[in-house]
């Protein structure tokens, strides 16, 4: 039986990233954890940007994967800020349940690497368009009103992860996801201003 090289070095180099962050991995390092030779990486991956690229086009794909799944988890039934959540919980979820991104995170927050940092912003960039997407397409089945979906993708998704993770930070208690989506929900389907007495 063949052994597909490059799928273990991309698997090495993943849990190498993984546990060291971008600025620690080298190729020596990938080629140890992978048992293989440094040339057999250089066959396929020039450099390490090169092979971290690869990694993200995976992760790419893993997460529009989550995100079509979390979008259509309750079926048609569901309401479109029901399939928001799903879909934002599923990007969180995906964020939290893949180590290289709670590394790059780490490593963007202790010490700033620009490439952990580009590698967090592609992902973020990816989950954005893909609620851009949804929005269009909501605006033209009549579900939401007309509005500027690459702002208001932004400000949902920024505002949801603002909730989620940073607000523990400064809050002695933090929020459920059930308080979480009801604030927001709020906000999104009536806002916050009373209509003024006539």
């Known amino acids: ?11 090495a180099a993943t849990q190498s990233f993984a546990q060291f962050g971008y600025k620690a991995t080298t190729m020596d390092l990938v080629s140890k954890i992978a048992s293989v030779g440094k040339g057999t990486i250089y066959t396929f991956f020039k450099t390490k940007e090169e092979l971290f690229e690869a990694i993200l086009n995976k992760a790419e794909v893993d997460l529009k994967e989550a995100m079509n799944c ?12 029901h ?8 990007i969180l979820e995906f964020r939290s349940d893949h180590e290289l991104f709670v590394k790059l995170a780490q490593e963007v927050r202790d010490i700033g690497t620009a490439q952990a940092l ?6 973020e960039l990816f989950g954005l368009e893909f609620l851009k997407q949804k929005l269009d397409l909501a605006i033209e089945k ?3 009103r007309d509005c500027d979906t ?14 989620a993770t940073e607000w523990n930070k400064s809050h002695s208690e933090p929020l459920t996801k059930e308080q979480i989506k009801e604030n927001i929900a709020l906000l999104i ?3 916050i201003v ?3 007495r006539t």
Do not use: C, H, W
Not at 70 to 81: E, H, L, T, V
Not at 118 to 123: A, D, L, P, Q, S
């Open 1 to 11: 039986m063949s052994i597909d090289r490059k799928a273990l070095i991309l698997k």
């Open 70 to 81: 979390g979008f259509a988890k309750d079926g048609s039934q569901s309401s479109f800020i």
């Open 83 to 90: 399939s928001v959540f799903n879909l934002l919980d599923s």
């Open 118 to 123: 580009e590698g967090i912003r592609r992902m």
């Open 142 to 144: 009549g579900e939401v």
């Open 150 to 163: 690459t702002i208001t993708s932004y400000m949902i998704f920024r505002l949801y992860l603002g909730l």
């Open 189 to 191: 389907t009536q806002g």
């Open 194 to 196: 009373k209509e003024p």
